[in-house]
């Protein structure tokens, strides 16, 4: 049919045996060979494979083998999907050395490393992995370390995560609270919250969250720590702390700790916490009774106030200490100071001492 003038039209048929009843799977093909030798039978093969022979839309498929080691192997398959599509399938190699689908010298490209999961090979190495919930690193460098990235096609939430930096950890990440968040997750509990409160006049811009108590309790804390290296050494210089003080009501009540090391041990240095109504807040400092180093001091340290004895409220001045301040007056440290009582003024009771 050569000479026909058409735009499309059969010019070579291969037609396979005469078969009575023709069956799913009937082949016919055509082989290729580099010589008339039984000795080298055949290097490669296309074949026309019968699909569905069961109705008048009859399916079928071609295959494209080619000799491995002395054995036919099948390396592709156009088929039909049974409506109106094709596929092309390509075996399972599970080979990063070699990939089935490869790219340019054959060492970089896709292959299925298991059943329903691809991997990306570069240079013959696996280096991506996917599967029907995540798309991870390299399955050889998870299976050494778990030191492996991965992305997860479920629902992002504060609590389940969508990026991870290890798959061997799936509940810690980055998950996604609404609009404009960013949750840090770990454990599937949300730690952190990023949120950007927009043209706002007041919103929350970032959240720490403590650990998930089944059963909260007064004194409960965490803490945020402060270091100059990633050492054992010098574990900690420095903390702030959420303390819980009254969890029994819905008016909850709290405090912020600031706490610093000294001498290696950690003090605590200021706190901010509510009085018991839910109202009043008081900043409190520790009793420092040292004059050279009062508890709150002004510029070069050594001038301020601190607790020198039990309700004894003391002023040092230049590191001495210079007035003392109680319930019944004030008055100066030094013999011969004046001061001032806190009493009634009488003919014999002066409230003025010079």
């Keep these: ?11 070579v048929r291969v037609a396979g045996p005469d078969r009575a009843t023709p069956a799913d799977n009937d082949e016919a093909y055509i082989s290729f060979n580099l010589e008339d030798s039984a000795a080298f039978d055949e290097f490669a093969r296309i074949s026309a494979v019968a699909t569905d022979v069961t109705t008048t839309e009859e399916d079928g498929a071609l295959t494209f083998d080619i000799v491995v080691a002395g054995g036919d192997a099948e390396a592709m398959r156009l088929v039909s999907d049974g409506t109106d599509g094709t596929q092309l399938i390509l075996p399972s190699a599970n080979d990063p050395v070699l990939p089935t689908l490869a790219f340019g010298d054959a060492d970089s490209g896709l292959y299925e490393y298991t059943e329903d999961g691809i991997s990306f090979a570069f240079s013959g190495a696996e280096v991506w992995a996917f599967n029907a919930l995540s798309l991870g690193a390299s399955t050889t460098a998870c299976d050494v370390g778990g030191e492996c990235v991965w992305l997860d ?7 389940n995560p969508s990026i991870g930096p290890s798959v061997v950890d ?26 950007d409160p927009g043209d706002a006049a007041s919103g929350e811009v970032f959240r720490l969250n403590g650990p998930d108590r089944t059963t909260p309790a007064d004194d409960d804390e965490f803490h ?20 819980a003080l009254d969890v029994t009501t819905t008016e909850e009540d709290g405090a912020l700790t600031f706490d610093v090391v000294a001498g290696a041990t ?3 240095v200021m706190r901010l ?30 001038s301020g106030i601190y607790e020198s004895q039990t309700d004894v409220l003391s002023v040092s001045l230049n590191g001495s200490q210079a007035w003392d301040f109680q319930g019944v007056g004030f008055y100066g440290v030094v013999s011969g100071s004046p001061g001032i009582q806190n009493e009634d003024a009488t003919a014999t009771n002066p409230t003025l001492l010079p």
Excluded: C, K, Y
């Excluded at 009085?275 to 520790?286: K, N, S, Y």
């Design 1 to 11: 049919n050569a000479t026909v003038d058409a735009a499309s039209t059969e010019v």
């Design 273 to 302: 916490a509510a009085a018991g109504t839910g109202q009043i807040v008081q900043l409190l400092v520790p009793a420092q009774n040292q004059e050279a180093t009062p508890s709150i001091a002004f510029d070069d340290g050594d």
């Design 170 to 195: 799936g509940e810690t990440g980055i998950g996604w609270a609404g609009t404009g968040t960013l949750s840090m997750v770990l454990d599937a509990e949300e730690f952190a919250r990023f949120s």
């Design 224 to 243: 945020v720590s402060f270091n100059l290296e990633d050492s054992a050494a010098f574990d900690e210089f420095g903390r702030i702390s959420a303390v």
């Design 266 to 268: 950690d003090t605590e």
């Design 153 to 159: 096609t479920e629902v992002s939430t504060s609590t």
